[in-house]
């Protein structure tokens, strides 16, 4: 018997965000080195990058405060259009970040990522943004660092780990790319529940939120989304 819903719980950096990429840009700058110096093949803690005592923090909360990281990092190539793919066959993309970890800024990272999300094209139903990432009853997971991987398979749930070079010592299931994310995604899927599948390369359909939210902003009043008709992402704009 299908369930209602399939949820994908998604994190955000390090899976659909390129958080190395932009964090390094952002380091370099404040301490005045070439980029190159910092390599992108990194453990967790940043040991490659030579910093201190403090100095990730510091320069973190520069990154998220000063230099709007989360508004403007780049996406992993392919997140956005196999999460519609995955959206459109029915799957309930729930994403999962812990991004409050800057003390006084969460209304700058709050706004930045639904901005982001935005930017980038990403659907998505419902977010949370909290540490313990295993009490938010998704299906599967997708998820780079290697303690949440961890956590989260011990506690039971489906983990796909978004192959990274610091979490090439978790066991697998892993996925080196998005078009990887997808077939396994969908296999899980259909475990589970019924699912219309949407070939790749069949759909425009990371163009909709652009028009669907032209179309909204001009409506006199507040578009609700009705169930199965526009994308539910538009339900909060
Ligand atoms: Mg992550």
Redesign the pocket.
């Known amino acids: 018997m299908p369930t209602a819903s399939f949820v994908l719980g998604v994190?955000?950096?390090?899976?659909c965000a390129d958080?190395t990429f932009a964090f390094r840009a952002i380091v370099a700058e404040e301490l005045g080195v070439d980029p190159e110096d910092l390599p992108l093949q990194r453990s967790w803690g940043f040991n490659e990058w030579g910093l201190g005592e403090g100095d990730f923090e510091r320069l973190h909360r520069i990154a998220v405060l000063q230099r709007r990281m989360f508004r403007d990092m780049p996406v992993v190539a392919g997140a956005p259009e196999t999460l519609w793919r995955l959206s459109d066959a029915g799957i309930w993309i729930r994403i999962i970040t812990h991004r409050l970890y800057v003390n006084w800024g969460h209304a700058i990272a709050i706004a930045d990522t639904a901005e982001w999300l935005d930017r980038q094209r990403l659907p998505y139903r419902d977010i949370c943004f909290l540490g313990a990432k295993p009490e938010v009853e998704a299906d599967l997971y997708i998820?780079?660092?290697p303690h949440?991987v961890e956590a989260l398979r011990a506690h039971g749930n489906q983990v796909i780990a978004f192959a990274q070079p610091y979490n090439t010592d978790v066991a697998g299931p892993r996925a080196e790319s998005w078009a990887e994310v997808e077939e396994m995604v969908m296999d899980a899927a259909a475990k589970a529940t019924a699912l219309q599948q949407t070939f790749p390369g069949t759909d425009p359909a990371i163009a909709r939120l652009d028009t669907k939210r032209a179309e909204a902003t001009q409506e006199s009043t507040p578009v609700i989304g009705l169930p199965g008709e526009d994308h539910p992402k538009l339900i909060s704009d």
Do not use: F
Not at 11 to 15: E, F, K, N, Y
């Open positions: 994190d955000l950096d390090g899976v958080h998820d780079d660092a949440n």
